[in-house]
Structures are given as C-alpha cells and as structure tokens.
C-alpha cells in the first residue's frame, strides 16, 4: 500500500512526526500522519494551514507500507457520534495515544474528518516493524493558491 505524507522540507523523509498534539496525538506523543492519495493529504493540509503558510516550500514523502504488515483499523463504534467536531480531539487523541503506548501495530487506519469514507494512516515509529515501511520518493509540492484564498 503507498500512502502520502505533507511536510516541510525541515520534515521532509521523518516518518517520526513532530510529537505536536493533533487529533489523533497528545503533546509529547510522536505519530507520523499519512493519507490514502495525493488529494487527502492535500486536502487535510489546507484545513489546518492559513492561505500565507501554503505559500511554504512543501515536499510530499511517498511511502510503501508492505502488503505483509498488519494495519489495524480504528473500529468506528469506539467514536462518538460527532468525533469529527474540535471539541472532541481529547476523545481522539486517548485512542490514539494509547495504540502508541501499547504498540498494537505500526500503521492504524483512522477516518479521515474532512472527507466521510476516506482514511488516514498513522504511523508508529517506536514499532518493530516500523523498519519495514519505506519511503519511496520524496517530490516537491505546490498548494494551488486558488483552493484557499484569503
């Protein structure tokens, strides 16, 4: 399965994540967030960026996760109703934080919240079959302005 990644240059090629807190992570917790195609991952980007930070020099890190390795998929009755919305990112990140913590698996499939029946794919660089997944290329990438203008 190849699946793609967003980032800064700083980034580019760190399958580690920054350990910043986001929907699925606390502070201090390190998952590296993925996305099934280009779009997604563009798309999930440009929801949590402003219009002047898409003018950054971006690269897209493509990586190969083995058809072999386990991918656990993020059971969606474990979710409230209205998990998407902001105010429930603490739900979220307990889910999250604690398929780090016990290393249920190096890649956990979680929905996306910006497109319904999309996923994302987190990545657990602590995981002993984190050696397995590769990066395959890493390509320059431009946001097209027109998606978010001021």
């Known amino acids: 399965m190849i699946v793609f990644r967003i980032t800064t240059e700083k980034w580019a090629g760190n399958l580690r994540g920054s350990g910043f807190a986001a929907r699925w992570n606390s502070n201090g917790i390190f998952t590296c967030y993925s996305a ?16 002047d930070r898409l003018r950054t020099p971006f690269k897209l890190t493509i990586i190969d996760i083995p058809d072999e390795l386990e991918i656990k998929t993020l059971n969606m009755d474990v979710l409230p ?10 739900i979220c990140q307990e889910i999250g934080d604690k398929w780090v913590q016990n290393f249920e698996s190096c890649v956990l499939r979680v929905p996306s919240a910006i497109i319904k029946n999309e996923f994302n794919y987190l990545i657990n660089h602590q995981h002993q079959d984190f050696k397995k997944l590769k990066i395959i290329d890493l390509e320059d990438f431009e946001f097209d302005l027109r998606i978010k203008e001021n």
């Open 36 to 51: 099934s195609s280009r779009a997604l991952t563009c798309l999930e980007m440009v929801a949590h960026l402003n219009a």
């Open 81 to 90: 109703e209205y998990w998407s919305e902001h105010n429930n990112y603490p």
